[in-house]
């Protein structure tokens, strides 16, 4: 085969085994969702709506979730200074399983000024399924903790899910081998038991075989020497 005629056959093999990498990957859709978030404050009621982006990377066992704010919710009547507001939340998983799962992020990185709207940082958190199928991802309650105070926003609008992700549960981990915790051996029952057996028995027999022909040896000597 020519150099030219190799390459072509090469940049073939590598293209399939491309597209079966793509085709192998988990099913997943994805959509940012308008939250209608009801906010409960220290100074009253609030409302505001957030686009919702929900992203999953798979890591070990389990999905890295990453909950992401278009927008910001709530306010302050006060200037927040830099690092001075904590948010975390509840990402609702449903389909193949009904679980929570908590996110957080860091502390506001800007100081947000009085009666502005407050950007939530990205939050994640990980999803381990114990099933396998198609889960879904929906935002569930925002918390914001802020000086002291904490701030509870519910959605109101029953958003659908941001994210629809096929997921594959981890198997269950194998039983620890016979004895290693210190407990009594059970009794082999196997090949190795069957041969040893026979093979005592073969033994028995053989020395009972000798020991026979030798008394037969030694009763016949006798009996010519008896003989006049």
């Known amino acids: 085969m020519s150099d030219r005629k190799r390459s072509t056959a090469l940049a073939l093999a590598s293209a399939v085994a491309g597209s079966a990498v793509l085709f192998a990957a988990p099913a997943a859709h994805a959509d940012v969702v308008d939250v209608e978030y009801k906010c409960q404050t220290p100074i009253g009621d609030k409302s505001a709506v957030s686009p919702i982006d929900i992203k999953a990377v798979k890591e070990g066992d389990g999905y890295k979730l990453t909950m992401s704010f278009q927008k910001g919710v709530s306010s302050s009547p006060i200037e927040l200074g830099k690092g001075a507001m904590t948010p975390s939340a509840v990402i609702q998983a449903g389909g193949a399983e009904k679980a929570s799962v908590p996110v957080s992020g860091p502390p506001n990185p800007e100081a947000v000024p009085a009666n502005t709207p407050i950007k939530i940082t990205d939050l994640s958190g990980t999803y381990t399924p114990k099933q396998s199928g198609k889960?879904?991802?929906?935002?569930?309650?925002?918390?914001?903790?802020?000086?002291?105070?904490?701030?509870?926003?519910?959605?109101?609008?029953?958003?659908?899910?941001?994210?629809?992700?096929?997921?594959?549960?981890?198997?269950?981990?194998?039983?620890?081998?016979?004895?290693?915790?210190?407990?009594?051996?059970?009794?082999?029952?196997?090949?190795?038991?069957?041969?040893?057996?026979?093979?005592?028995?073969?033994?028995?027999?053989?020395?009972?075989?000798?020991a026979g022909t030798l008394w037969l040896t030694r009763r016949g000597r006798r009996t010519q020497q008896s003989r006049p």
């Open 135 to 210: 889960v879904t991802f929906t935002a569930g309650v925002l918390t914001i903790k802020a000086m002291g105070t904490t701030t509870t926003c519910t959605p109101g609008n029953s958003p659908g899910p941001s994210l629809e992700l096929e997921v594959t549960a981890a198997g269950p981990a194998a039983p620890p081998p016979g004895n290693a915790a210190g407990g009594d051996t059970l009794p082999q029952t196997g090949p190795a038991d069957s041969a040893l057996a026979l093979g005592t028995l073969g033994a028995t027999v053989l020395l009972s075989g000798a």
